[in-house]
């Protein structure tokens, strides 16, 4: 027999919802099944599969654990692979947590969620950080997974926003897709910008090539509107440090656009110039954009997240990225 206690994380769903989670892999007729044997009880008592789960619930399994572990392989696998890598989260990578969320500084290279079941990403640096605080249980991965709220391309760097808890990640979900938090970036970019501005058009994105264009009419349904505005902190005749507010968040929307305008971001080869990247290569060991997320303001809110109103997060820029600013005369 095994017991579960309803935790935040589970509470609010429908029993049958919950055991879905809990064990993957198990036909929705093996739950109700079960549920009608009563090999599957709620608090003690039979149950139908519908009921509302709240916090401190007992859910009683009386099965194999054969049967459990099972119906549960898909999560066995992955405690098998987060015990296996050793990428982890550094404090001096973590700009702020709370009972809810993560902000992270993440690092130029890595993904910032795992693109095939090879390679690892900063989700798997999450959750391993997060069991080895304790907060966060091989247990609790069956039902709920925290997870990153917004994306950086691999060679960005930069904050990203997860959730510890399914409140912080419904909260955090929804004031990125409602645009409300405040996204900015800095970059260097080829050419001489001498005044800010705002600037959109549509995103075209070639699936086969990974590669975006930009147009100021759409190419085909489905394309996407996409603005973005910049301003320039310092400049040479060579190259301009620009702040890049995200208003839009387009896969490689600000290396696209900035490239559409005629100055593409230093380090980018995949809409850059190769001439100039090659020049950054060889006098800094340069081998990605200098693009980075530097600052995430949260807007005026209540309720779960209200403690973060109106606060202001950044991330230091990376060390080459500091190096570069200052030898090339823009720091």
């Given at each position: ?45 039979k ?29 066995e ?16 990578q ?28 900063l ?20 039902t709920?997974?925290?997870s ?45 910008i ?19 264009t ?32 995200l ?5 490689h ?9 005629g ?14 990247n ?25 309720g ?28």
């Amino acid at each position: 027999m095994r017991e579960i206690v309803i935790g935040e994380n589970e509470a609010g769903q429908r029993l049958d919802k919950f055991l879905a989670k809990y064990m993957k892999k198990a036909p929705k007729s093996f739950f109700y099944k079960m549920l009608r044997k009563k090999n599957i009880v709620l608090n003690g008592k039979k149950a139908s599969g519908n009921e509302k789960l709240s916090i401190g619930d007992q859910v009683r399994l009386f099965l194999a654990e054969e049967t459990i572990r099972g119906f549960s392989e898909a999560e066995e696998l992955l405690e098998k692979k987060l015990s296996q890598k050793k990428g982890t989260l550094e404090k001096s990578q973590i700009i702020y947590e709370d009972k809810d969320i993560l902000l992270i500084n993440k690092p130029a290279g890595i993904l910032s969620q795992r693109a095939d079941t090879k390679e690892e990403s900063l989700v798997e640096w999450i959750l391993r950080y997060l069991l080895s605080t304790g907060a966060l249980s091989k247990e609790d991965l069956r039902t709920f997974r925290p997870s990153v709220c917004n994306r950086l391309d691999r060679n960005t760097s930069g904050l990203i926003a997860a959730g510890k808890s399914l409140a912080g990640l419904q909260v955090l979900s929804r004031l990125f897709k409602e645009r409300d938090l405040k996204k900015y970036y800095r970059c260097i970019v080829s050419g001489k910008i001498g005044t800010g501005d705002h600037i959109k058009g549509y995103l075209s994105k070639d699936e086969r090539t990974n590669k975006v264009t930009i147009s100021e009419r759409p190419l085909k349904e489905g394309d996407a509107w996409i603005e973005t505005s910049y301003r320039p902190l310092s400049m040479t005749d060579g190259a301009t440090y620009l702040e890049v507010h995200l208003i839009t968040g387009r896969p490689h929307q600000i290396r696209a656009h900035l490239a559409s305008i005629g100055h593409p971001l230093i380090g980018d080869y995949k809409y850059g110039s190769r001439k100039v990247n090659e020049e950054y290569r060889r006098k800094y060991g340069l081998d990605s954009q200098l693009l980075h997320a530097c600052r995430l303001e949260f807007p005026q809110m209540e309720g779960r997240l209200g403690h973060l109103s109106k606060q202001i997060f950044e991330a230091p820029i990376p060390p080459v990225f500091e190096k570069i600013l200052k030898e090339e005369g823009l720091a």
